[in-house]
């Protein structure tokens, strides 16, 4: 069978190009006469991927030296716990902005060890904006303030990066991450799950500022201490080969591709003609406020949900496959991450047009 555009929020695409490297590789890799997965983490050839996907990703987003590189497990969601258990004291306040699911998400786990307080909140028009910084409610003793960069299930994106002061910045980055630059010593820690725009789930990339190491809470377990595998190069136990080599193939294709800069030029592309053709006619409607409106996730309703099974069905019959919207949400959402062609979304905008053309 031939490969369909794949829409998934996650796990998702993985460009081409690398799951034919994977192929070429998996049964004799580097001429070992065996796979990636079959040799030891602490062998001379696997540090040597392990190390070069480190050094991909620090060019890629301009990491700066006073910030580690961390190769964790648990997924995003194991951070929503590990940021807190790092970067707070028993009892103490901690910020967060709530704009969808995800940051909900994290608060809640946050609230498991620390004084939430939720500086903002657009639950009161359903998750589609950001709201205003400068009416944010923020605590001045709160160790850290929290956000979440991309809400992966409304399709709403920070036009901005929040201004926290002195306070530490902590993100949630899984589904934006590498979509364009970002300027990443304006943060405390970055975090972002693998299977959304780095590879393939089971990995999970932490950018923490050096000066936060360390602090974890007494009785904090090893492996939720980012100081573990800071000192450890995320090796204290055995790491996620398989989904690291694979990031780090996705990283070097990233930059074969000329990097971020080229990236984003695309992604805008693609963004900006698929809210187009949704806009176009009454036909599709996307509620975003027009300034936070996601480049990697594009939900949409039709205006006659009666259609929306044939919708589908079509659309897979096209090739266009995974375009059902998160169940909280309904309708539809196209995910075009980084590894989403812009063949694809060509594809996506002409089937709709036919759609409405025939269906309408
Ligand atoms: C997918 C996603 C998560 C959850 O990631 P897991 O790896 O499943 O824990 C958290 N935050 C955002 C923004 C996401 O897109």
Redesign the pocket.
């Known amino acids: 069978m031939s490969r369909v555009f794949n829409f998934s929020a996650?796990p998702a695409v993985i460009p081409d190009a690398v799951l034919g490297q994977i192929r070429r590789d998996i049964p004799d890799w580097r001429a070992s006469g065996m796979s990636v997965m079959e040799i030891s983490h602490r062998s001379k050839d696997f540090v040597a991927v392990a190390e070069q996907a480190e050094q991909d990703l620090r060019e890629l987003l301009a990491i700066p030296d006073n910030y580690s590189v961390i190769f964790a497990q648990g997924?995003?969601?194991?951070q929503f716990a590990m940021a807190p258990l790092n970067l707070s004291a028993e009892g103490q306040v901690v910020d967060y902005v709530q704009t969808g699911s995800?940051s909900k998400k994290a608060i809640g786990e946050a609230s498991k060890f620390c004084d939430v307080n939720v500086v903002a909140d657009s639950a009161d028009r359903n998750f589609t904006y950001v709201p205003e910084e400068s009416c944010w409610q923020r605590n001045d003793a709160a160790a850290y303030l929290h956000y979440?960069a991309?809400?992966?299930i409304a399709g709403v994106e920070f036009p901005f990066i929040p201004d926290s002061g002195d306070t530490p910045l902590v993100c949630?980055m899984?589904?934006t991450i590498l979509s364009r630059p970002i300027d990443v010593s304006r943060f405390g820690v970055i975090y972002a799950?693998a299977?959304?725009n780095i590879g393939p789930?089971g990995i999970?990339v932490v950018i923490v500022r050096r000066d936060l190491l360390g602090n974890a809470r007494p009785g904090t377990p090893s492996l939720l201490d980012y100081a573990v595998y800071d000192k450890s190069d995320s090796m204290s136990n055995t790491p996620p080969v398989f989904a690291w080599y694979v990031a780090g193939l996705v990283f070097a294709h990233l930059k074969s591709r000329g990097g971020l800069d080229a990236v984003a030029a695309i992604n805008e592309r693609k963004a900006k003609k698929l809210y187009a053709a949704i806009d176009a006619t009454g036909f599709y409607s996307n509620p975003v406020e027009t300034g936070c409106r996601s480049w990697m996730n594009v939900p949409f309703v039709l205006r006659d949900a009666s259609l929306d099974a044939r919708f589908l069905k079509e659309a897979a019959a096209a090739g266009l496959f995974n375009l059902k919207g998160h169940r909280s949400v309904g309708g539809m959402r196209a995910s075009i991450y980084n590894a989403m062609p812009e063949d694809g979304v060509d594809a996506l905008i002409q089937f709709m047009q036919e759609f409405e053309r025939t269906r309408g």
């Open positions: 996650g997924g995003a969601s194991l995800w979440c991309n809400e992966t949630d899984s589904s799950g299977q959304k789930a999970t």
